[in-house]
């Protein structure tokens, strides 16, 4: 009996997955017209000194804030999908296990099987040696029980003529 191909497994799990998971329930990640600017543009320069001023650090961490926030929905996203990533992975340990403890059971009831049709077997042939014996022994005690009804019968029959003589003798006698 061959191994499961656990790989072919788990790509058959995701794929079945994939196609039978309804669309996410969160909405796509939309960007505020703001963020969308910074993330393609990058943040405002400011002409002078190289060196950001407090107003450039504040801006900074506004945008930050905007990322982090549009990232939230992402980030579940994220975490739903490692969450269910585990719940398959421990799904399918399971079922490996199950499986394994279903092929262990399967093999030792094929063995005795195997074994109870080899005593079978034995015990077929010894019926048929027994019956092939049985059979010969009912044929040599019919011939013999034929041999001695043969002889019964030849006594019978000398035992007639005997006794026909002797009674022919005996009226023989009688007449005398």
Do not use: Y
């Amino acid at each position: 009996m061959e191994e499961p191909d656990m790989e072919a497994t788990v790509r058959t799990v995701r794929l079945a997955s994939a196609q039978s998971s309804p669309p996410p329930p969160w909405p796509p990640l939309r960007l505020s017209g703001k963020l969308k600017e910074s993330r393609i543009t990058g943040p405002p320069r400011r002409e002078g000194s190289g060196c950001g001023s407090g107003a450039s650090v504040k801006l900074d961490q506004i945008k930050r804030a905007e990322v982090e926030e549009a990232l939230k929905p992402e980030r579940t996203t994220f975490t739903e999908l490692q969450h269910r990533g585990d719940l398959i992975t421990s799904a399918l340990d399971t079922e490996r296990a199950r499986c394994e403890k279903q092929r262990i059971e399967l093999k030792e009831a094929l063995i005795r099987q195997i074994e109870t049709l080899e005593v079978k077997q034995t015990l077929a042939v010894a019926l048929q040696k027994a019956q092939d014996d049985i059979s010969k022994l009912h044929g040599q005690h019919l011939g013999e029980s034929s041999i001695q009804i043969g002889h019964i019968s030849d006594t019978k029959l000398r035992l007639n003529q005997q006794r026909n003589a002797l009674d022919e003798s005996t009226k023989a006698l009688h007449h005398l």
